[in-house]
Every structure is written in structure tokens, then in C-alpha cells.
């Protein structure tokens, strides 16, 4: 009967331990890919544009529920796609890549998908 070399043997599970640990942070363990978002920019150009609107009262909180249902699934959904984690602007110092044209152009599609409810809807 043969005996393989115990030099071999560790060698082995070395290097497949290794591997499993490189495996394991980058898909689990990997620090997420920080990005910036104006959002106070974007809220005041929505308020200036709704000032522009002929609204009765319920109707102007209907648009603000939707437009603040849209951001944060607008926000939460390109975080997932893209694995990354979002920060106001305010919070970053520098060097971090700014998304706010991409999820403001996604953030208008969302709401012209969806009409105004009627006045008298709740």
C-alpha cells in the first residue's frame, strides 16, 4: 500500500483553503462601492416644479407620497443593481463618483408612470 507525502497533502489543502478564503471575500466580504446622490437638489427641483402645479391640498400630498415612494425605490433599487451604497452629497468628502443625473432621469420615468390619483380618491 502507498503512502502519499504529507508534504503534498498540505500543500494541497493550503492552497484549497486559500482559494476558499479569496472566494469568500470577494462575494461576501467585499466593502461596497460607495457613490454620492444630491438629494436635497433633487427634492427643491421637485418642489419647484410642483409649486408650478394647480394642486387642491390632498392632491399636492398625493404627489409628495408618490414622489417620496419613488425616491426611496428609485435609491434602493440602483443600489442593488449596482452594489453600491448611496450617500447624500453632503456626506462625502471627495473622490466619490456621483450618480445623481442617473437616478433623477430614473426618478422622472417612475413618475410619469404612474397618473395623478383623483381628488377625491385616498
Given at each position: 500500500m502507498k503512502t502519499s507525502n504529507p508534504i503534498v497533502i498540505v500543500l494541497i489543502s493550503v492552497l484549497l483553503s486559500l482559494a476558499c478564503a479569496w472566494t469568500a471575500w470577494f462575494w461576501l466580504l467585499r466593502p461596497p462601492v460607495l457613490v454620492t446622490f444630491d438629494m436635497k437638489g433633487t427634492v427643491n427641483a421637485f418642489i419647484r416644479q410642483s409649486a408650478k402645479l394647480e394642486l387642491n391640498d390632498t392632491r399636492r400630498r398625493q404627489l409628495l407620497r408618490r414622489f417620496?415612494?419613488?425616491m426611496t425605490a428609485v435609491t434602493r433599487e440602483y443600489a442593488q443593481q449596482h452594489h453600491?451604497?448611496?450617500?447624500?452629497?453632503?456626506?462625502?468628502?471627495?473622490?466619490?463618483?456621483?450618480?445623481?443625473?442617473?437616478?433623477?432621469?430614473?426618478l422622472a420615468t417612475a413618475m410619469q408612470g404612474q397618473d395623478l390619483p383623483a381628488a377625491d380618491a385616498q
Open positions: 417620496d415612494h419613488n453600491v451604497s448611496i450617500l447624500v452629497s453632503a456626506a462625502a468628502v471627495s473622490g466619490v463618483p456621483d450618480v445623481t443625473p442617473d437616478i433623477r432621469a430614473r
